[in-house]
């Protein structure tokens, strides 16, 4: 029996543990293959993602979404791009439902989305009003920014609407207007929503939530969503919700790899801060990096410096940063979205923001003496946060970013929803500090064997250094002055843009299409000699790269630049909206135009004068 009994146990576990094995995989694949329907969504809400061409869930929708819908408070981190969005927007529209057919006694909002910029509240609020309008339900949704007159805040306010995305600063503000009154959002909220949580503290919204949090109701289910794990997502996390679920998806068995894709490639390049020009130069004008491509710089002054440097060479671009009045921003997105230009400069103002604040309160008169003239910032303006830039391929950090956290959303506006992405750093020996951080919060030690970013081998130094004479050259031209004059002439054009032709592009919006964000800003016209690299100056390693991202570009069926200028010059034929503008909006006939209004009139007068 004793021999029996030891010889025994050896024999059992292993079917036992090959069937528990076997018990997890089919529970695994059962979780992975788990369709909408099963996750408990409404059909309505099934039958707009399909039309949508949504059919699957993403590994946090799967996860995160029966959560929600069982009243559950939720921290789900994941890297951007993952569908984070629609993991709280599916439950939450669902959840709020039955409030299209039964009569309304709240005096505000049920559900609040907070996030941190005016792009991103644009982006969540066209979500859902898409799906609100797919499901055919009488759902109310508005979003307001910081800025707006109280009428329109009072109107859109009134009802109340079922479902409020804003920023916390205009939660703060419309409930120190008496727009929304404290008593009504704790008898009234039900959801409460933070997306991209690990950047609403990091960019001074804190006091803002502070201030809001007394008013949350115990009931009320908050979700918290983020890209990052950082102490300012703990620290609202303690201060907002009570015993969450804390989702962290890891996709992949590398835990470190998690906040970027792996199908995003790293690549970074050691240069000095005067050599940036010439390098990204090289990499647009050799054609090492796949368009489109967003570049990101820290300050807007560098950012009009790269526009009118690539413009002597014949390289279109258009600029957004925090300057800009809000409709030409989100006309900017919305065109390069379009794929109507392939290079986009963006200012991630808010790292120079952060050192500002570093720097502390002692400087803050002198900064508004000197200042005074300048036109005032969008505190709510954020590109890297959480924006859903479409097809962009390569993303290029000409200034590194302050933090790790600012990388990883930077980085994060390419290989968005698991398609394929590359970034291309440029580091000078005074960004190194920041750049060792990076490396480490991403898992990149002395010790690992492999490299998350790694060297970009595709650019030699003798294909730098052969157009180090032409880019130095040009850099020289583009001298402080010329960048002032720029900012401020591109700045009043998108004015004009924006607020003269609002009305007239109501009443006509196809000729808003006929506007460009990337018109030459410089005065004299780019030489013929700098448009072209001539072969001589290319070693043989450079062009075989350049074939090769040429044909990478073909593979993937990126022919749509053709098509792009094709449709340019049929928009060059069509009409100019800047000539025939009318401050009454009205219809546009066969001899519409200023120059056909100022000649109309001339012969009035003389007529006059005749008789």
Known sequence: MAKKSKEKPPQDPKPNQDEHKEEEEEEEEEEEEKSFEELGLDHRLIRALLKKGVDKPFPIQRVAIPLILQGKDVVAQARTGTGKTFAYLLPLLQRL??????????????GFILVPSRELCQQVYKQAVSLIELCRVQLKIVQLTSGMPASELRAALAGPPDILVTTPKCIRDCMSAGLLMSTSISESLEILVLDEADLLLQFGFGDDLKAFTPV?????????????????????????????????????????DEVISKNVQQFWISCSTNDKLLYVFALLKLELVLKKVLIFTNAIDTGFRLKLFFEKFGIKSAILNAELPQNS?????????????????????????????????????????????????????????GIDFKNVHTVINFDMPSSASGYVHRIGRTGRA???????????????????????????????????????????????????????????????IAVRESRAQELRNEILNSEKL??????????????????VLSKDPPAPHLRDVPDYLLD?????????????????????????????????KSRDPLKTFSAKASKRGQNDGMKGEGSDFTHKRKKQKSV
């Open 216 to 256: 949350i109701p115990r009931r009320c289910q908050c979700l918290l969503m983020s890209a990052t794990s950082s102490p300012d997502v703990d620290q609202l996390r303690k201060l907002i919700l009570h015993n969450p679920f804390v989702l962290t998806l890891s996709e992949v068995e590398d835990v470190k």
């Open 97 to 110: 439902f039955p409030a299209d057919s039964g009569s309304k006694s709240r005096l505000a909002p049920a």
């Open 418 to 480: 698991y398609s394929a992405g590359a970034s291309v750093s440029l580091v000078s020996p005074d960004e190194m500090e920041i750049f060792e951080e990076i490396k480490s919060f991403l898992g990149n030690e002395e010790d690992d064997d492999t490299d998350i970013i790694v060297p970009f081998s595709l650019l030699t130094k003798d294909a730098v250094e052969s157009l180090r004479y032409r880019a130095e050259d040009v850099a020289r031209s583009v001298t402080r």
């Open 502 to 519: 609002k009305a007239h592009f109501e009443v006509n919006p196809r000729d808003l299409d006929l506007l460009k964000h990337d018109k």
């Open 329 to 385: 921003r989100l006309h900017i997105l919305e065109e390069f979205n379009a794929g109507l230009f392939d290079y986009l400069i963006a200012t991630d103002d808010n790292q120079t923001k952060e050192k500002e604040q570093a720097n502390g309160d002692k400087h803050v008169d002198s900064r508004k003496s000197r200042k005074h003239a300048k036109p005032k910032l969008d505190s709510e303006f954020g590109v890297v946060r």
């Open 540 to 572: 043989q390693k450079t062009r075989d790269a350049s074939k090769m991202v040429k044909l990478a570009r073909a593979a993937m069926g990126d022919n749509k630049s053709a098509r792009r200028h094709g449709a340019k010059k049929k928009f060059r």
